[in-house]
């Protein structure tokens, strides 16, 4: 990635996030146990790639963020009414488990993200959940 790319990313999280935290002033479900959950995540993935050496691309950290956010934890909160413990652990695992997958040398981007959820998508633990998969 060109690392002109890197701030521009970087800026968007940090958008993303207080957004977030502004909405759960006057919509607090589902906005503000997803954000807490996505940023979980966020932690979770950047964590495993410390444990290899690696860190998480600006790119990679607004995908994990929002495909924690809008893809398993507002639903599962909004539709499923899965216990938010609950869905903390699933995306962290997922998240994990992402990364460790990500095959990206010292950095792990989005694109590598993406390839890893498409070739491990049956040991993440939110494809059981049935919400967007085939």
Do not use: C
Request: proline share 7%; charged share 30%.
């Amino acid at each position: 990635m060109d690392p002109a790319f890197y701030s521009f990313f970087r800026d968007s999280l940090e958008e993303a996030q207080r957004r977030d935290r502004f909405r759960a002033q006057e919509l607090p479900r589902p906005w503000l146990p997803a954000h807490y959950i996505a940023s979980g995540g966020l932690e979770a993935a950047r964590g495993q790639a410390g444990e290899q050496g690696r860190r998480v691309r600006p790119d990679a950290e607004l995908l994990i963020y929002l495909m924690s956010r809008e893809f398993v934890a507002k639903p599962g909160i909004a539709v499923r009414e899965i216990p938010e413990p609950e869905l903390e652990s699933i995306v962290a695992d997922d998240m994990r488990t992402l990364v460790a997958e990500a095959e990206d040398g010292e950095e792990v981007s989005g694109h590598a993200l993406l390839v890893a959820a498409g070739s491990r998508w049956d040991s993440l633990r939110s494809s059981a959940l049935n919400f967007w998969g085939p």
